[in-house]
């Protein structure tokens, strides 16, 4: 029986890897670091960040967002609202149910701000580079991308769900 290798893709592709791969390892660096030096878990900086693209979220919204399970995202929100970076708040559309906010002007907002800056001036100066056709064929790319990886992720997490309900029906 012959082995065979797999065989490396085309370099152009290669070549295409290697730079989203390096973009999202990139991302995620900044992150860990930045969370790091502000003293907080990468979650809870993530947490921040996902609560601020999407605005007041309930508990509930939170944890599909993150990924976290439904009580780590429950001990999460206590966290940030200790620290005073989040604050549970009546949902004004539903007052039977809490959502949960960003606190602006909290001493954290400068530290990140300071952070994320130099990666929003950097970005600025990426795209002012293209003329506005192309620009919007970068834009389209990115939004491409997102969609191509949340639908990974709802993948993913399919899995882990089945994997857990065939783990549980087996029983100790």
Do not use: C, W, Y
């Not at 990139?26 to 809870?44: E, F, K, R, W, Y």
């Not at 399970?69 to 999460?76: D, H």
């Not at 997102?146 to 029983?171: E, F, H, P």
């Amino acid at each position: 029986m012959v082995s065979r290798q797999p065989q490396e893709p085309p370099e152009p592709a290669a070549h295409q890897e290697r730079v989203i791969r390096g973009l999202f390892t990139a991302v995620i660096l900044h992150g860990n670091i930045t969370a790091s030096v502000l003293g907080m878990h990468p979650t809870d900086l993530f947490a921040l960040g996902v609560v601020e693209l999407h605005g007041p979220l309930g508990a509930g919204e939170l944890s599909e967002r993150t990924g976290l399970s439904t009580g780590a995202t429950t001990r999460l929100i206590d966290r940030l609202q200790r620290a005073g970076q989040l604050r549970r708040v009546p949902d004004p559309a539903d007052r039977r149910r809490v959502i949960v906010e960003k606190v602006r002007g909290h001493e954290l907002d400068e530290a990140l701000n300071a952070a994320f800056e130099p990666i929003e001036r950097g970005m600025e100066e990426v795209l002012s580079r293209f003329p506005a056709e192309r620009l919007a064929d970068v834009m389209d790319f990115l939004e491409q991308t997102t969609s191509a990886i949340q639908s990974a992720t709802g993948s993913v997490q399919k899995i882990a769900k089945t994997r857990r309900s065939t783990l549980d029906a087996s029983g100790p």
